[in-house]
């Protein structure tokens, strides 16, 4: 069986020889979100309550206007 090319809604567990990284802020019930850097340097998300789920791929450039505007505040009203 081949492993397919990463692409949005691929089932995470399909990514093969990835290491999934979640933040030291996460609570002990698993409400977080994982990241794991692709070879080709994308970077996939997934839900850590469902890690055979659906895992979505972004570009390095747009985690890091992601992670930017997370460090600015721009996402506080959201929590």
């Not at 979100?33 to 997934?46: N, Q, Y």
């Not at 789920?53 to 985690?63: D, F, H, K, N, S």
């Amino acid at each position: 069986m081949s492993i397919p090319a990463p692409h949005n809604g691929i089932a995470a567990d399909r990514l093969a020889g990835v290491t999934w990284r979640k933040s030291s802020h996460s609570n002990s019930q698993g409400n977080c979100v994982e990241f794991a850097k692709l070879t080709d340097g994308s970077v996939a998300v997934r839900n850590s309550r469902f890690p055979q789920g659906p895992a979505l791929v972004y570009t390095r450039a747009e985690i890091s206007a992601l992670l930017a505007g997370a460090k600015d505040g721009e996402f506080d009203d959201l929590v």
